[in-house]
């Protein structure tokens, strides 16, 4: 079956790095599509960033210039690096995954981004303190 186990999250201050990485098993990985997505308290699931089967990547407008999505099909692991963190990045941040398309990967940071997908990880926090 398809696991998603998401690792790297942590506290940090402002300005400040981190590196997400989610283990993928129990599917294709390099023919998928791939997304990060993460929700505040209070707060919808918004996307955050998507790459598609062939490493094209799209990103939500508050994170461009600041965050990369990248994957290694070798070790079936998708990676999403984080700099100059800010406050309002703070939230569980999840991987997700679904047999990619056409729509992805720009559909994966547009509206209701999120219901396109179909597998999920638990999800890494991240807190970003000023």
């Known amino acids: 079956q398809v696991q998603l186990v998401e690792s790297g999250g942590g506290s940090v201050q402002t300005g400040g790095s981190l590196t997400l990485s989610c283990a993928a098993t129990g599917y294709t990985f390099s023919s998928w599509c791939m997304g990060w997505f993460r929700q505040a308290p209070g707060k919808e699931r918004e996307g955050v960033a998507g790459?598609?089967?062939?490493?094209?990547?799209s990103y939500t407008d508050s994170v461009k210039g600041r965050f990369t999505i990248s994957k290694d099909n070798a070790k079936n692991t998708l990676y999403l690096q984080m700099d100059t963190l800010k406050p309002e990045d703070s939230a569980m941040y999840y991987c997700?995954?679904?047999?990619?398309?056409?729509?992805?990967?720009?559909?994966?940071?547009?509206?209701?981004?999120?219901?396109?997908?179909?597998?999920w990880g638990k999800g890494t926090l991240v807190i970003v303190s000023s």
């Open positions: 997700a995954a679904v047999p990619s398309g056409p729509f992805c990967p720009d559909a994966v940071v547009g509206p209701q981004g999120d219901s396109g997908m179909a597998y």
């Open positions: 790459i598609d089967k062939d490493g094209i990547t």
